[in-house]
């Protein structure tokens, strides 16, 4: 085990390094002259470019300004917002919280959502209450988050007044945004557990099991999902992308100070150094994440560790 | 991380038969005996024509406002009601399809094109040319694809085709990911390898032979990718950094109505209705294809 965790860990180092690679190259890539986006409202005459343009190095050979970049980045230093003249790193940081209790609440809630439609759709398979679940899970997936976001802030705040529609803080601020979250990675979760669960309950130890006379529940509990919920583990890592991109959203709409409003933000008000650092970090995150991931499915399932 | 040997959902499953010859008319009957697939495409078909006409269809202008009467509730003259600047939301939301939908498939269409032959390529030939596409594929995937998107809004500045591109480049490691898993299935098969022996180029192999193989598991991809693009696209668009008002889009439409939301919910209603109910036929659609085209598909 302790070697497959080294293997993955090495694997990763390049790709740690083509992200740092495409974010300090968003710099260079933008349309026009780059000395633009720092130069602020003032006029920009030539000499003051010449000197944004000195401070930041963009008159030195490319691979010597992502050195430079790589290097500061590694010692944690990602430079300063345009607006707030803060360390990006602080910044980016201070939002990090929010967005992990959002997107893991709406994990958690999507897995148990999506994992309990899923058993109980392939043990009715056929039955009114499958198509019941299948009709939800296909409702939830082509329900964009910004739309059921909404459509829950207006009936559960605006009429019911149940929850406060926007702004972070206590369970009761969480409970619409993570649930809108969740909705699309559970209906995907469910139907993955319900195919799963269809395949396993074919198989000849299921049938054993039964003919062995134990009892319906610990067949299907014991035996069958844990098997079944092998495939699920890794889908986890992808649901976290798309819960990740999804906050974007929700945090938005829902004003929670997090990762996805804060790099929307950034966007929105051209402040580049911010930008980047959001990107950076997040996508490292993300990778980080996806390695913990398979280091638990490596964990249940001894096959991957020696394939 | 991934390791990029195989899409997600198919790292366990042996390399399976590929799906017999079948006529196409074959295809279309088994697809409409799908009762929701067929439900699908004829609520797909029929936006998709409403949304062609509605330069004809449309009673009002799309653009212009008319301040005597912002904010108005549904009534028969105005189906959906209007939005603050008076315009009829029924009008917006017809015209908004248009770019929409047409986001979503342009977006589809560049995946598509870089994708799949970077997937060609890449399970064709293997060993150092499938390792180095594949790991830049990894670098790709290491971004959530919104955030991907937003990054590359973000470089280029926001527009119709900015959006497209972004959307487009976000989705292509799918691509190369499935059509490079569905060409290894074949590399090996004997009529790979006897038109080989025959002495065929590998151009002539690969999009001769191959290319019409590999063509279920991608238009299964592209059907799904166009119902996301479209969510993709309009939730860009709905955060300020895709299509900007007063060019009326679904998203940005929706983002209108989030400020008038508790006063007049009609204005974030319909346009949200309509995404929804776009994406729900392509969805139905796409389940429907990938049951008769390739059942073990999962996407």
């Known amino acids: 085990m302790l070697g497959y965790i080294a293997h993955r860990v090495v694997q990763l180092a390049p790709v740690v390094v083509g992200i740092s690679v495409l974010t300090f190259l968003m710099l260079h890539l933008v349309p026009g002259d780059p000395v633009l986006l720092f130069a602020g409202d003032k006029p920009l005459t030539e000499e003051r470019a010449a000197q944004i343009r000195h401070q930041l190095g963009l008159d030195r050979p490319l691979w010597v300004q992502y050195e430079e970049y790589a290097g500061r980045a590694l010692r944690g230093d990602l430079g300063r917002g345009l607006r707030s003249q803060r360390p990006v790193i602080d910044t980016v940081l201070e939002a990090f919280p929010s967005t992990a209790q959002l997107t893991l609440s709406a994990l958690a809630l999507a897995v148990l959502i999506g994992v309990t439609l899923g058993i109980l759709a392939a043990l009715a398979h056929g039955t009114w209450l499958d198509t019941v679940a299948m009709g939800f899970a296909v409702l939830g997936v082509s329900m964009p988050v910004f739309y059921s976001s909404l459509l829950m802030i207006f009936l559960f705040s605006f009429r019911l007044g149940w929850f406060p529609a926007t702004g972070q803080g206590g369970l009761s601020r969480l409970v619409l945004p993570a649930t809108a979250l969740a909705l699309v990675s559970s209906a995907v979760l469910a139907r993955l557990v319900r195919s799963g669960m269809l395949e396993v309950l074919r198989q000849e130890y299921i049938v054993t099991a039964r003919a062995k006379g134990l009892a319906g529940r610990s067949v299907v509990l014991r035996h069958a999902l844990t098997n079944a919920l092998i495939p699920t583990i890794t889908m986890l890592g992808l649901q976290l992308g798309g819960l990740l991109g999804g906050a974007v959203i929700t945090e938005t709409i829902f004003s929670r100070p997090g990762i996805g409003r804060l790099a929307v933000d950034a966007i929105l008000s051209r402040d580049f150094p911010l930008v980047q650092g959001t990107v950076l970090l997040a996508a490292v995150a993300y990778v980080l994440v996806n390695l913990f991931v398979d280091i638990a499915y490596a964990a249940v399932d001894p096959r991957i560790r020696y394939g | ?299």
């Open chain 2, 1 to 299: 991380m991934r390791d990029g040997l195989a899409p997600p959902g198919l790292a366990g499953v042996a390399p399976r038969p590929v799906a017999q010859y079948r006529p196409r008319g074959d295809t279309i009957r088994r697809l409409a005996r799908s009762r929701s697939a067929l439900a699908g495409g004829l609520l797909f078909a029929l936006i998709a024509l409403i949304v062609l006409l509605a330069p004809a269809l449309s009673p009002y202008s799309p653009i212009k406002a008319n301040q005597r009467m912002p904010l108005e509730p549904p009534s028969a003259a105005h189906l959906m009601g209007t939005d603050r600047f008076g315009r009829d939301i029924f009008t917006r939301v017809l015209w908004g399809g248009r770019l929409s939908l047409s986001v979503g498939a342009v977006a589809v269409g560049i995946a598509a094109f870089f994708g799949v032959p970077f997937g060609l390529i890449a399970g064709y030939y293997g060993r150092r040319v499938d390792a180095v596409i594949m790991r830049a594929v990894d670098l790709l995937l290491a971004f959530p694809s919104i955030l991907l998107a937003l990054a590359i809004i973000a470089t280029l500045g926001s527009s119709l085709v900015n959006l497209m591109i972004a959307v487009g480049v976000a989705g292509i490691p799918d691509y190369v990911r499935i059509t490079r898993g569905a060409v290894l299935t074949l590399r090996e098969r004997e009529f790979v390898l006897s038109a080989r022996v025959v002495g065929c180029r590998d151009d002539a192999i690969i999009f001769r032979h191959i290319l019409p193989n590999i063509l279920a598991p991608v238009t299964v991809l592209a059907t799904l990718g166009v119902a996301s693009a479209i969510i993709t696209g309009s939730a860009l668009s709905f955060l300020g950094l895709g299509i900007r008002p007063p060019a009326p889009e679904w998203g940005n439409m929706l983002a209108d109505g989030r400020e008038f939301l508790e006063a007049a919910w009609w204005v974030a209603f319909f346009p949200g209705l309509a995404i929804m109910l776009a994406v729900l036929s392509i969805n139905l659609l796409g389940d429907g294809l990938r049951d008769v085209l390739d059942p073990r598909l999962r996407l």
